[in-house]
């Protein structure tokens, strides 16, 4: 058994079923059009791959668990800094602090609350973009309003330009908050797009992973009433609870996700699916996708 966790949410009137194949002027039956949990559902399993437990975030709330893959690819040195913080329980007790309507949600801890860092920084030099060396990059055909190049690389939506190349800023996509200078960051304080992909922040922010589960609950967060969502007052705040590195948590407590291959044929025709829809709703199909809008599938595995 397979229990799917789909990245993407779509109409209920144009999203899981195949069309019924149409009858075309000499009798010749019309091909029938994979939908999109048709093509998921014939994959390989080599076509998905597991969580890196070393590199999977666990962040419990009071609503629920949220779970986060940090990028190594592309941000090693926060992934290595948000874990040693993890490990440091030094989010334990942290807040969500901010819940602007259409852009981000963010969390960490009060100024004035005292903070064990364990073996991380409360800030370390910025990771706005990496070498395109080594980087093998699934393209989208589609141009990009903010770059020449766009597509997925190890998962994640990304995009680049000359030798330069970055996690884009889409929905659940995870960045590091800092202040006025680059190096101000670090991971201490998180935030996740939860509205309208904000393109303009990219290689302004080091964007360090994306949520894989509980962006339902990230995205429903009460908006703040203060300037740029912040809460005003304490009370207004979610309490964090806990957070762990996957390969620290019990076997039998993880939820043993696997994501698709964002290299892999699977996630070629996903991306067509996507980009034309051919599902007899669509009365116009748009022949074009944008990078945050192509789905980046989830599921649960388990034997059997």
Do not use: K
């Amino acid at each position: 058994m397979r229990a799917w966790v789909l990245a993407a949410v779509c109409l209920a009137a144009c999203a899981t079923t195949t069309p019924p194949a149409a009858t075309g002027q000499a009798g010749a039956e019309t091909p029938t059009v994979p939908s999109l949990g048709d093509i998921l559902q014939a994959s390989p399993a080599a076509d998905w791959r597991p969580l890196d437990p070393q590199n999977t975030i666990y962040m419990d709330l009071p609503q629920g668990r949220v779970i986060i893959e940090l990028s190594p690819q592309y941000t090693p040195n926060h992934a290595a800094n948000i874990t040693a913080l993890a490990r440091a329980h030094y989010y334990d007790g942290a807040w969500i602090v901010r819940s602007q309507d259409n852009y981000v949600v963010q969390w960490g801890r009060d100024e004035n609350e005292p903070a064990g860092y364990g073996e991380g920084h409360a800030t370390i030099g910025a990771e706005f973009s990496r070498s395109r060396r080594g980087v093998s990059i699934t393209r989208l055909v589609d141009p990009d309003s903010y770059a020449p190049v766009v597509g997925f690389a190890g998962g994640f939506p990304v995009a680049a330009e000359g030798d330069e190349t970055w996690i884009a800023h889409c929905y659940g996509v995870v960045g590091a908050g800092r202040g006025d200078t680059a190096d101000s960051g670090g991971g201490a304080e998180l935030y996740v797009v939860i509205g309208q992909a904000p393109r303009h922040l990219d290689r302004n922010v080091t964007t360090v992973g994306r949520v894989i589960q509980g962006m339902e609950i990230l995205s429903t967060m009460p908006r703040g009433t203060g300037p740029l969502g912040f809460y005003e007052q304490p009370s207004q705040r979610t309490p964090i609870t806990r957070v762990r590195v996957e390969a620290d948590i019990p076997e039998s407590e993880r939820a043993h996700l696997e994501v698709l291959r964002t290299d892999s044929a699977t996630f070629r025709a996903v991306i067509d699916s996507r980009r034309t829809r051919r599902e007899s709703w669509f009365l116009e199909p748009t022949g074009h996708i944008n990078v945050c809008n192509v789905p980046l599938p989830v599921r649960v595995h388990s034997a059997g």
